[in-house]
């Protein structure tokens, strides 16, 4: 863009040369401080852009590059370590011949499942921090937000010794009750349990950037021409609080379809996710490919996700303070 | 009545109390488990000692894991909050032609499988070449913390008023003075909470580490290796004292900020005229 608003100026600039040759060099150089000046406003103009160019080189060479390298990967033939060759669809077809897309079933059913109860769960919370929690919201925020500092693994560890036979739980309610609950890991509830556990803040967050859109007079103001509670909940405040609620669902459903942790610490071993399939593709297998071509598809699902929702979200009124 | 009914009221902090428990409970039951003299976790215990909590501190493998930890998170906090400043700045700061696709670009990442981008930049990384060590891991997390930071500054710049630096610059102060005298401090809480963020992010952050280190290992990796090589109560007593430190930074760089706060609004008071 800049380049294309600089191009007249470098064009026209032989022709003032030519049209200034009588005149006095004074005023020429003068002519040309101008032009410099311009140029300068020009450049001062473009402060927004300057200022992503940092970031997005960043994001030039640790996302965009890396993601087309995948997908290149993904036609190459099996178990190739190049780039460049004739390119094939035979991975995409092995995924489909070889019972990948088992482990992409379980993977999108948890994360659906996980997503839903998330919703269920985190609006409540959502509601408590926004409506009841009032100046000491702050505090209650970074109790909430501090786990996220906490690698997932020792956390997901943790649950592990609790919910595990001679666990926490096991071993409580047997000196208790004289019955213990025997091991409580290793099935998909408690892997559902450990992605809406790792991702609830995921979820509240956004809820809460949500929630706070609603302005009480709203609220107020419905009820006072009569709207029930019901009412109130359905035509005000979740249409005013779903940007949050949209960036909630997708951040959630996005990360929980690429969890790999929680069933390897939860679950161990019952299901196998996606992810894990990815990882054992390039890492035991050898196959960049077969692993490259799981990937575009993870990465098509979640980037339909992304598309979908993002065109009905401003993130501009989102962030801004009422 | 658009209020919130008492007994729902109740309920809704229950509710709150009951998940903020939850939160923490993982975090408590590891604690217990390296206070545990077995060699595996039984409850009730029946022995405690902080026998895996010397073991710990005189392992060297730890000691080198701990390091390495360190220097990326300082390395990617420090990178971040750089690149986070510029990018916050065009994401909510200046009105510019590509500013919406720009923000939908910072999000991207964020909106990604960790794992997966992992496994892309280490794909990446071999392909063009790049020795694998505790750099390209700081260039990995930085893929998906940068972006992280540039949220959490650009929350400052949208509650920030753009007018006071035109004014400055209307005064005759020059881009510089103007960035430094009056943008800089008025953002200096967002970035000072990026800075945080990106901090504690690396310190926890498991899934770069893993696919872009090479031969370096940090303490997530670490961690992640005995758990999966096999329990030993060295796992918790790790696990238990980075909890601890990154609580430490955590309140620490609160209580600092806070401390800061107050200090700067006495002076702003006495200077006031009477």
């Given at each position: 863009?800049?380049?294309?608003?600089?191009?007249?100026?470098?064009?026209?600039?032989?022709?003032?040369?030519?049209?200034?040759?009588?005149?006095?060099?004074?005023?020429?150089?003068?002519?040309?401080?101008?032009?410099?000046?311009?140029?300068?406003?020009?450049?001062?103009?473009?402060?927004g852009m300057?200022s992503a160019?940092?970031?997005?080189?960043?994001?030039?060479?640790?996302?965009?590059?890396?993601?087309?390298?995948?997908?290149?990967?993904?036609?190459?033939?099996?178990?190739?370590?190049?780039?460049?060759?004739?390119?094939?669809?035979?991975?995409?077809?092995?995924?489909?011949?070889?019972?990948?897309?088992?482990?992409?079933?379980?993977?999108?059913?948890?994360?659906?499942?996980?997503?839903?109860?998330?919703?269920?769960?985190?609006?409540?919370?959502?509601?408590?921090?926004?409506?009841?929690?009032?100046?000491?919201?702050?505090?209650?925020?970074?109790?909430?937000?501090?786990?996220?500092?906490?690698?997932?693994?020792?956390?997901?560890?943790?649950?592990?010794?609790?919910?595990?036979?001679?666990?926490?739980?096991?071993?409580?309610?047997?000196?208790?009750?004289?019955?213990?609950?025997?091991?409580?890991?290793?099935?998909?509830?408690?892997?559902?349990?450990?992605?809406?556990?790792?991702?609830?803040?995921?979820?509240?967050?956004?809820?809460?950037?949500?929630?706070?859109?609603?302005?009480?007079?709203?609220?107020?103001?419905?009820?006072?021409?009569?709207?029930?509670?019901?009412?109130?909940?359905?035509?005000?405040?979740?249409?005013?609080?779903?940007?949050?609620?949209?960036?909630?669902?997708?951040?959630?459903?996005?990360?929980?379809?690429?969890?790999?942790?929680?069933?390897?610490?939860?679950?161990?071993?019952?299901?196998?996710?996606?992810?894990?399939?990815?990882?054992?593709?390039?890492?035991?297998?050898?196959?960049?490919?077969?692993?490259?071509?799981?990937?575009?598809?993870?990465?098509?699902?979640?980037?339909?996700?992304?598309?979908?929702?993002?065109?009905?979200?401003?993130?501009?009124?989102?962030?801004?303070?009422? | 009545?658009?209020?919130?009914?008492?007994?729902?009221?109740?309920?809704?902090?229950?509710?709150?109390?009951?998940?903020?428990?939850?939160?923490?409970?993982?975090?408590?039951?590891?604690?217990?488990?390296?206070?545990?003299?077995?060699?595996?976790?039984?409850?009730?215990?029946?022995?405690?000692?902080?026998?895996?909590?010397?073991?710990?501190?005189?392992?060297?493998?730890?000691?080198?894991?701990?390091?390495?930890?360190?220097?990326?998170?300082?390395?990617?906090?420090?990178?971040?909050?750089?690149?986070?400043?510029f990018g916050a700045l065009a994401f909510?700061r200046y009105?510019w032609?590509?500013r919406?696709?720009f923000?939908?670009?910072?999000?991207?990442?964020?909106?990604?499988?960790?794992?997966?981008?992992?496994?892309?930049?280490?794909?990446?990384?071999?392909?063009?070449?790049?020795?694998?060590?505790?750099?390209?891991?700081?260039?990995?997390?930085?893929?998906?913390?940068?972006?992280?930071?540039?949220?959490?500054?650009?929350?400052?710049?949208?509650?920030?008023?753009?007018?006071?630096?035109?004014?400055?610059?209307?005064?005759?102060?020059?881009?510089?003075?103007?960035?430094?005298?009056?943008?800089?401090?008025?953002?200096?809480?967002?970035?000072?909470?990026?800075?945080?963020?990106?901090?504690?992010?690396?310190?926890?952050?498991?899934?770069?580490?893993?696919?872009?280190?090479?031969?370096?290992?940090?303490?997530?990796?670490?961690?992640?290796?005995?758990?999966?090589?096999?329990?030993?109560?060295?796992?918790?007593?790790?696990?238990?004292?980075?909890?601890?430190?990154?609580?430490?930074?955590?309140?620490?760089?609160?209580?600092?900020?806070?401390?800061?706060?107050?200090?700067?609004?006495?002076?702003?008071?006495?200077?006031?005229?009477?």
């Open positions: 863009m800049t380049d294309r608003s600089l191009e007249p100026t470098m064009v026209g600039a032989p022709a003032y040369q030519g049209e200034y040759q009588g005149k006095s060099r004074d005023e020429a150089s003068r002519k040309s401080a101008g032009l410099v000046a311009e140029r300068l406003k020009r450049f001062s103009g473009g402060a300057w160019v940092p970031l997005g080189l960043l994001l030039l060479a640790g996302f965009f590059g890396p993601l087309l390298l995948v997908v290149l990967y993904s036609f190459m033939p099996r178990g190739s370590f190049s780039p460049i060759g004739w390119p094939t669809l035979e991975n995409y077809r092995d995924i489909v011949e070889q019972n990948f897309y088992i482990s992409f079933g379980w993977s999108l059913a948890m994360a659906v499942v996980a997503t839903i109860l998330l919703l269920l769960i985190a609006y409540p919370l959502a509601v408590t921090m926004v409506r009841l929690a009032g100046k000491r919201a702050d505090i209650y925020t970074i109790l909430i937000a501090a786990p996220l500092f906490v690698a997932e693994n020792i956390r997901l560890q943790g649950w592990s010794l609790f919910f595990d036979k001679a666990g926490l739980l096991d071993g409580a309610s047997e000196s208790l009750f004289g019955a213990g609950t025997g091991s409580l890991v290793g099935n998909v509830p408690i892997v559902v349990f450990g992605l809406v556990y790792v991702y609830l803040p995921f979820m509240l967050f956004p809820l809460i950037l949500g929630l706070t859109n609603v302005a009480p007079d709203a609220r107020e103001a419905a009820s006072d021409l009569g709207a029930t509670r019901f009412q109130i909940f359905r035509d005000i405040e979740l249409p005013l609080a779903s940007p949050g609620i949209l960036i909630g669902t997708l951040l959630c459903f996005v990360l929980a379809l690429g969890a790999v942790s929680e069933a390897k610490f939860l679950g161990k071993g019952v299901v196998i996710p996606v992810v894990q399939d990815i990882d054992s593709a390039f890492t035991f297998g050898q196959n960049w490919p077969r692993g490259s071509a799981l990937s575009v598809l993870l990465i098509l699902i979640a980037a339909a996700a992304i598309v979908v929702v993002m065109r009905r979200v401003d993130i501009d009124r989102m962030f801004t303070r009422r | 009545m658009a209020d919130i009914h008492p007994l729902t009221r109740r309920l809704l902090w229950l509710f709150f109390a009951v998940v903020s428990i939850a939160l923490y409970l993982p975090m408590l039951v590891t604690a217990l488990a390296s206070l545990s003299r077995s060699r595996f976790f039984i409850f009730p215990v029946s022995r405690y000692s902080w026998k895996w909590y010397e073991d710990t501190l005189a392992s060297q493998q730890i000691e080198q894991a701990a390091i390495t930890s360190l220097i990326v998170a300082v390395m990617v906090a420090l990178i971040s909050v750089v690149l986070a400043f909510a009105d032609k590509g919406k696709s923000q939908y670009l910072v999000l991207l990442p964020i909106f990604f499988p960790q794992a997966v981008l992992g496994l892309a930049v280490q794909l990446w990384l071999n392909t063009i070449g790049v020795e694998m060590s505790w750099h390209s891991t700081v260039f990995g997390q930085l893929v998906w913390i940068a972006p992280i930071a540039t949220l959490v500054v650009a929350i400052q710049v949208f509650g920030y008023e753009p007018a006071f630096e035109d004014a400055a610059r209307d005064l005759g102060a020059t881009r510089w003075q103007a960035m430094r005298d009056i943008t800089l401090p008025l953002l200096w809480p967002g970035i000072f909470s990026g800075f945080l963020f990106a901090l504690l992010l690396s310190w926890s952050n498991f899934p770069f580490a893993y696919y872009t280190s090479g031969a370096d290992v940090t303490i997530p990796e670490w961690l992640h290796a005995k758990m999966i090589g096999g329990y030993t109560p060295m796992v918790p007593a790790v696990g238990t004292l980075s909890i601890i430190a990154g609580a430490a930074v955590l309140v620490g760089g609160f209580s600092i900020a806070a401390f800061v706060k107050a200090i700067l609004a006495r002076k702003a008071a006495r200077q006031r005229p009477a």
